[in-house]
């Protein structure tokens, strides 16, 4: 299976503590979504990346989260010292980013990182 | 600015009946519509998008949607729903690039 995928899949931490995910995008996409989806919500942007430049960041970002691209490949979306309130699904997609493509440019989701902090 | 109201947190129906799922939309710029499906602990699947062209489309599973201007709608409908429907459903208004809206999704109960 060629499609995103994320790990890992669940995550349980004490508050305080500090967490990281990874994302593997589809191959050869340029572009790459981190969201937080919370119960009852839909998914909520965080933050994206065109190749390993991050572009936009939401204001849902505190200084706590960072989100990195190194290579314009796989991605990771660290959170320092976890709150309750971090708790939530974490997803990531990764779409192809055509040159002018409007909205053609369709993100794919991955199966999403579920994160409980107690 | 964008953003989208998805009317009805939870829609139940009897198998083999119509499914409708409505999706209201505010957006700047001419939008780029989009229904996404999400079963239980899995992550998002498209199931249609609207860009440009002919305003009803067809998408996965026996969906379609029709892209609305003057009403500013985006409805997702299936003749005739299956127990294997039941999910979450999610409307978006999701730009060529950058940050993307995501209604609250309306969760889709099938009774046999």
């Known amino acids: 299976d060629t499609g995103v995928s994320q790990d890992p899949r669940h995550k349980i931490t004490k508050r305080g503590q500090n967490v990281t995910f990874r994302c593997d995008p589809i191959s050869e996409h340029n572009r790459l979504y981190w969201y937080r989806q919370t119960l009852g919500q839909g998914p909520e942007f965080l933050t994206y990346f065109q190749n390993e430049a991050q572009l936009e960041k939401s204001r849902l970002l505190s200084d706590r989260f960072s989100a990195e691209r190194p290579k314009g490949s796989f991605s990771t979306l660290e959170i320092q010292r976890t709150e309750q309130g971090d708790s939530a699904m974490y997803l990531c997609?990764?779409?192809?980013?055509?040159?002018?493509?409007?909205?053609?440019?369709?993100?794919?989701f991955g199966p999403g990182t579920r994160l409980t902090v107690l | 600015a964008q953003s989208v109201t998805q009317l009805g947190s939870h829609v139940s129906v009897s198998e083999g009946a119509l499914v409708l799922l409505r999706c209201n939309y505010s957006s700047s710029v001419p939008p780029y519509l989009f229904w996404y499906v999400q079963y239980p602990n899995q992550g998002l699947q498209l199931l249609l998008k609207y860009t440009t062209g002919a305003t009803l489309v067809k998408g996965i599973n026996g969906f379609e949607a029709e892209f609305k201007k003057s009403e500013t709608s985006f409805h997702l409908t299936k003749p005739s729903a299956h127990m294997s429907d039941a999910a979450e459903y999610f409307c978006a208004v999701i730009p060529n690039a950058g940050k993307s809206t995501f209604g609250d999704g309306t969760t889709l109960t099938v009774k046999p």
């Open positions: 997609a990764s779409s192809p980013g055509l040159a002018g493509g409007g909205g053609t440019d369709t993100q794919y």
